[in-house]
């Protein structure tokens, strides 16, 4: 597949989703994230407001689901989501459910491998149990526990060759990624690349020395866009 650009929308009103949602597909972006944060704060009303101004973008709901997922899915795809995620930590059952749902509502399911013992077997896991797409998750509290202590942060960019080869899947890394190794998942064989924490965490660092955010965006996706097809 063609790298495609997600942005993250971990923000907590409509108003700001809908306000960064618009500066990022004007500068490019393929794909918006209802982030958790968002799911948690509006719901389905999130879902139902982006769908409405974008009518033609693919919308990924970050669920995080791990039990009832046949309706999480649906409640999800009925307000306009074309993509759910469900977690590896859930039982086979829950992924199934998930799975149906999405064949049945015609959406992409997305397998997150978050704390999963081992995460490469937890990507295989859900390429078996029907999911269409990996993402390779390195969790937020997780890497900044370890980081607090003292140790070294882990990265997605650290197991994410040995993911790309464990399925035949596309394959999202996510979790404390710079712009620049954002920017460099294509080349690890993962064509889906997500922007997010630097947009609402750390805008500055998010911006060149003489670009505002939008036009920074805009490079960003340039550069991705001009990888070629990722074997997927
Ligand atoms: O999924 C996320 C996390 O579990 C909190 O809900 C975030 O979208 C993810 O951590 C964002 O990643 P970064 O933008 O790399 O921090």
Not at 57 to 78: C, F, H, Q, R, S
Request: aromatic residues 4%; negative net charge.
């Amino acid at each position: 597949m063609k790298p495609i650009v997600q942005i993250s929308l971990d923000l907590t009103t409509i108003a700001e989703a809908l306000e960064t949602a618009e500066m990022a597909i004007r500068a490019g972006v393929d794909w918006i994230e209802a982030g958790t944060p968002l799911i948690l704060a509006e719901g389905l009303h999130g879902i139902r407001a982006l769908r409405e101004r974008f009518p033609d973008v693919p919308i990924v709901a970050d669920l995080k689901t791990m039990d009832g997922g046949y309706l999480e899915a649906e409640m999800m795809a009925g307000a306009g989501a074309t993509h759910v995620v469900v977690m590896a930590q859930a039982h086979d059952e829950t992924i199934e459910c998930v799975v149906k749902a999405g064949r049945d509502c015609g959406v992409g399911v997305m397998g997150d491998n978050m704390a999963y013992n081992t995460m490469i077997d937890g990507a295989r896991r859900l390429e078996d149990l029907g999911c269409d797409y990996i993402v390779h998750h390195i969790g937020y509290d997780h890497r900044r526990g370890i980081a607090a202590a003292g140790g070294r942060m882990p990265s997605p960019l650290d197991d994410l060759r040995a993911v790309v080869d464990a399925v035949k899947i596309p394959v999202q890394a996510v979790g404390g990624l710079s712009i620049e190794q954002a920017i460099q998942c294509p080349a690890y064989g993962a064509p889906l690349v997500v922007l997010g924490a630097p947009l609402t965490i750390d805008a500055d660092a998010f911006k060149t020395a003489d670009g505002d955010l939008e036009s920074s965006l805009r490079l960003i996706c340039e550069k991705v866009h001009a990888y070629d097809e990722v074997q997927r």
